[in-house]
């Protein structure tokens, strides 16, 4: 073999093991650049001593094909990452509903925001057209331009309402209950006794009957015909649900340590198992494809991965393929919300008080907002709670 073809195979054949070298390269570099100290802008003599040190430390893996691919990702994130004071405008089409100290916003394309009202919590109508909240006793749906059109008052204090994909059922919990109404604000009746304080999950469309998921104390989940009140399916009792996600007729379940999928025939399609010790932070199901990524939450090491896995389609086993990490970083990445058109997936950073948009699949660019705290609280006093994110709506 001729020198200039052993040069050409080493510079492109791959070597064993040298993307998962690439891959930890690229987590220990984004890790550090995404937990950096802020700086302002006027010191700008601190650039170029930044750039001579980060240029340092990319030469030392650059004499390598997975360095050079490592170099490339970092320049790409570094160059489109500077972290915006405001958030000036969504990378993607819809509506964002988040649920602040002060109450639900809802924050346009153009970065536009309006405060609802002294609400509680809330959540979208299927197509955005409405928002339903609630606030002490009450359950409001509203325009989201703040205009309320129905008001239910129940005894107990109300959460966790959410509206069904047909638009002609509202779920909620009053107390330790589950009640249900229809959407125009009529014949509000109670479900079930003994639930758990988890968010229902209305099965999604299509279909021709309303399906909600509950959570009883016990740690089963029940699955409902809401029209009917006939219990479709049920699981065994487990520990203590902490979320219900939908995918298509598969249903995730989330404690605290792991996952179970349960496929359209009420079967155990597969489990998400983080390592002992770790904390499951958050689940979701892409609302085209149906991918699904989770926060794996390492208290040892203080660092969150998320992980990807591809589905066969929406009612697909997605925990059948093997998972692949997609990005690493330092702290708690709390939420995690799919734009509508599943190209940028929105995630939570409470302890850097940002947001994080990635571009889907996988980690194609980064964008991050900073001071988000803030842009929520127009009064600047009270108490400084991170808010938190009720939807990303309609393309």
């Known amino acids: 073999m001729k020198k200039t073809e052993l040069t050409r195979r080493l510079a492109q054949d791959?070597?064993?093991?040298?993307?998962?070298?690439?891959?930890?390269?690229?987590?220990?570099?984004?890790?550090?650049?995404?937990?950096?100290?802020?700086?302002?802008?006027?010191?700008?003599?601190?650039?170029?001593?930044?750039?001579?040190?980060?240029?340092?430390?990319?030469?030392?893996?650059?004499?390598?094909?997975?360095?050079?691919?490592?170099?490339?990702?970092?320049?790409?994130?570094?160059?489109?990452?500077?972290?915006?004071?405001?958030?000036v405008r969504l990378p993607a089409p819809g509506f964002l509903l988040i649920d602040s100290t002060h109450g639900p916003w809802v924050v346009h394309r153009d970065g536009s925001k309006r405060l609802l009202g002294t609400y509680t919590a809330a959540s979208w109508s299927p197509r955005g057209l409405f928002v339903v909240a609630t606030r002490g006793t009450d359950v409001v749906t509203l325009e989201p331009g703040g205009k309320v059109h129905w008001t239910v008052s129940r005894e107990h204090a109300v959460t966790d309402a959410r509206w069904a994909p047909s638009g002609f059922r509202i779920a909620y919990r009053a107390g330790t209950t589950l009640r249900v109404v229809v959407g125009d604000g009529t014949g509000d009746r109670l479900l079930a006794r003994g639930v758990a304080p988890v968010a229902p999950a209305w099965r999604p469309r299509p279909?021709?009957?309303?399906?909600?998921?509950?959570?009883?104390?016990?740690?089963?989940?029940?699955?409902?015909?809401?029209?009917?009140?006939?219990?479709?399916?049920?699981?065994?009792?487990?520990?203590?649900?902490?979320?219900?996600?939908?995918?298509?007729?598969?249903?995730?379940?989330?404690?605290?340590?792991?996952?179970?999928?349960?496929?359209?025939?009420?079967?155990?399609?597969?489990?998400?198992?983080?390592?002992?010790?770790?904390?499951?932070?958050?689940?979701?199901?892409?609302?085209?494809?149906?991918?699904?990524?989770?926060?794996?939450?390492?208290?040892?090491?203080?660092?969150?991965?998320?992980?990807?896995?591809e589905c066969a389609g929406a009612t697909g086993p997605c925990l059948a393929i093997a998972p692949q990490a997609i990005f690493r970083s330092a702290g708690r990445l709390e939420q995690l919300a799919w734009s509508p058109d599943e190209r940028w997936l929105l995630v939570t950073w409470p302890s850097a008080d940002q947001w994080l948009f990635l571009r889907m699949p996988g980690v194609r660019r980064l964008l991050t907002v900073s001071s988000v705290t803030a842009q929520f609280d127009p009064s600047g006093t009270g108490p400084r709670t991170f808010p938190s994110i009720a939807g990303w709506c309609c393309s």
Not at 53 to 80: I, N, Q, Y
Not at 250 to 267: K, P, Q, W
């Open 207 to 309: 279909s021709a009957i309303n399906v909600v998921a509950y959570a009883a104390g016990d740690g089963v989940v029940h699955v409902v015909d809401v029209d009917t009140g006939h219990e479709l399916w049920r699981t065994s009792p487990g520990p203590p649900v902490r979320q219900l996600v939908w995918s298509g007729r598969s249903l995730l379940v989330l404690s605290r340590s792991g996952a179970t999928l349960y496929d359209g025939r009420h079967r155990v399609a597969g489990h998400i198992d983080v390592p002992h010790g770790n904390l499951l932070l958050d689940a979701a199901f892409g609302p085209k494809r149906g991918g699904l990524v989770y926060a794996d939450f390492d208290p040892n090491t203080g660092h969150t991965e998320l992980i990807r896995n």
């Open 14 to 87: 791959p070597v064993p093991g040298e993307t998962e070298a690439a891959q930890r390269a690229w987590w220990i570099v984004s890790s550090v650049f995404a937990g950096r100290e802020r700086v302002r802008r006027p010191q700008r003599r601190l650039r170029p001593i930044i750039a001579l040190a980060l240029l340092a430390g990319a030469a030392a893996v650059a004499v390598t094909p997975p360095g050079r691919a490592v170099v490339e990702k970092f320049r790409d994130a570094v160059g489109r990452n500077e972290a915006e004071p405001a958030l």
